[in-house]
C-alpha cells in the first residue's frame, strides 16, 4: 500500500512537471529523442521529459541596434552610420533548426549590409535619398533571414555622423547657396522695378503734364516732414522759367 501511495505520488509530480504554458505571443518547439515532432500553440500543454524537449519562440516584432561604424562613401567621405532594425520570427520550426542564434546571425548580416549598401552611394545622395537607401538595406537583409523563418519588417538608418571638416564645408555651401538666392530674388526685383519705370516714362512722354503734377506731389510730401530745405528738379525750374516767360510775352503784347 506504501509503495502503491508511492508511485501515485510520483506519477501526479511527475504530470504537473510535464506541465507547459505557452503564451499567446509565443510558440513551442517540440522535439523527441532529438527530433522534431511539431510546434505547439498557446496554452496548456504537457511535455514528457526527458524523452521529449520544447524550446520557446517569440514571435514579437524585435527592436535591434545596428552598431555605430565607420563607411566610407562613393566620393571617399568616411561616416559613422547608427541604424536600427526590426524584424519577427514567421516560422518558429526553421528558426530553432536553421539558425543557433537568430538575434547574433541578423545582428552580424545587418551590419555587413548597412556597410555594403551605403558604401555604394555617395553622401549627397545618402542626405537626399534616406528612404530609399532604408528599403534597399531592408530587402537585402530580408534575403539573407528567410530561410530562417524570420522576416525583416523595417531597417531604418538612425544617426550619420560627419567629420567636422566636412560640417564646416557643408555650412559654407549651405551659405553660398542661400546668398545666390538672395542675389537672384534682388536681380528679379530690380528688373521688375526697372520695367515698371520704362512703362512710367513711356506714359510720361505722351504725357509730360504727368511729370510737373508728379513734381508738385513729391513737394508735397517733402513738406509734410517740415523741412527747412527743398531741392527743386532741375526739370521743374526750366518750367518755372518757360512759364514766366510765357506771361511776361503776353504782358509786353498787351
Known sequence: MGLLSFVVVLIVFYAFASIRI??????????????????RGPGLTLIFAPVQQMTRVSLRTVTMLVPSQKIITRDNVSI???????YHITDPERSVIAIENVYSAISQISQTTVRN????????QLLADTASINDQIKNVIDQHTEPWGTQVTAVEIKDIVLPENMQRAMAKEAEAERERRAKIVAAEGEY???????????IITQHPVALQLRTLQTMAEI????????????????????????????????
Open 223 to 254: 513738406s509734410v516732414e517740415k523741412n527747412s530745405t527743398i531741392i527743386f528738379p532741375a526739370q521743374f525750374m526750366s518750367t518755372v522759367q518757360d512759364a514766366i516767360a510765357m506771361l511776361s510775352k503776353e504782358t509786353v503784347t498787351k
Open 192 to 202: 521688375q522695378a526697372a520695367v515698371k519705370l520704362g512703362e512710367a516714362a513711356d
Open 117 to 124: 549598401v551605403v558604401g555604394r552611394f555617395s553622401l549627397d
Open 22 to 39: 505557452v503564451k499567446q505571443y509565443e510558440r513551442g518547439v517540440v522535439f523527441l529523442l532529438g527530433r522534431f515532432v511539431g510546434v
Open 80 to 86: 559613422d552610420i547608427a541604424a536600427v532594425a526590426y
